[in-house]
């Protein structure tokens, strides 16, 4: 019988997608230019954007620039680049510079804040939700979560950490959307591992926590 088992175990290919998704990546991302970005379907503004992080992190973390240095340097460098330009302008007859007067929307602005307000309010209720005690397995793991990330903020500053996540969020969904078979298997092996533990631990630990009577429901 433990044969017939290990044999179907290893012969099992799961039809699910990672986290029970149904649709392709590209859409779960948005399927905007944010989804083009993180899936390098745009490859020169993801490089872009890869290498600005980079340089970002080097200039905070090697050269040890702050954010007021920093934003000063680089004012003082752009003001003096437009002004000589404007001098070659008048003086040889240069291209002026044209900078436009409205850089970005106001409407841009209001639906940034609108999208951050409904994320943050489903966050909060999610929490709230979570920290009841409505999820049991979702609680530890929460749980568990924060114990693992105060440790490591322990030994990885947050600039460290921060440039750490935005490099996971620019390559990690071009790997999985090449490689997705492959890690869709490999997360239904630790998700199935995952469910044998929680129900091990269910058994001899949860189960045996005493609860009050339930209450009756008034009809």
Request: a positive charge; hydrophobic letters at 45%.
């Amino acid at each position: 019988m433990a044969t017939n088992s290990s044999d179907s175990d290893n012969d099992f290919e799961p039809t699910s997608k990672l986290l029970g998704r149904q649709r392709p990546i590209h859409s779960v991302l948005g399927g905007g230019k944010v989804a083009d970005i993180l899936l390098w379907r745009d490859k020169r503004l993801s490089a872009a954007i890869l290498i600005a992080v980079a340089v970002m992190w080097f200039l905070f973390e090697v050269v040890d620039y702050t954010f007021v240095t920093l934003l000063c340097h680089v004012s003082i460098t752009t003001m003096l680049i437009v002004f000589i330009w404007s001098a070659g302008a008048d003086m040889f007859g240069w291209r002026p510079p044209n900078i436009p007067k409205d850089i970005l929307v106001d409407t841009s602005f209001v639906d940034v804040a609108s999208i951050i307000h409904n994320k943050f309010n489903n966050f909060l209720s999610i929490c709230h939700f979570v920290a009841c005690g409505n999820d049991a397995k979702s609680f530890f793991l929460a749980i568990i979560s924060l114990y693992i990330l105060s440790v490591i903020g322990n030994y990885i500053s947050t600039l460290n950490l921060l440039f750490f996540g935005l490099l996971c969020v620019e390559t990690l969904p071009f790997f999985y959307e090449r490689y997705e078979e492959e890690v869709d298997y490999v997360a239904y092996r630790i998700k199935r591992q995952m469910r044998k533990t929680y129900r091990k631990f269910n058994a001899e630990f949860l189960g045996k926590i005493p609860r009050g009577p339930a209450k009756e429901k008034k009809g």
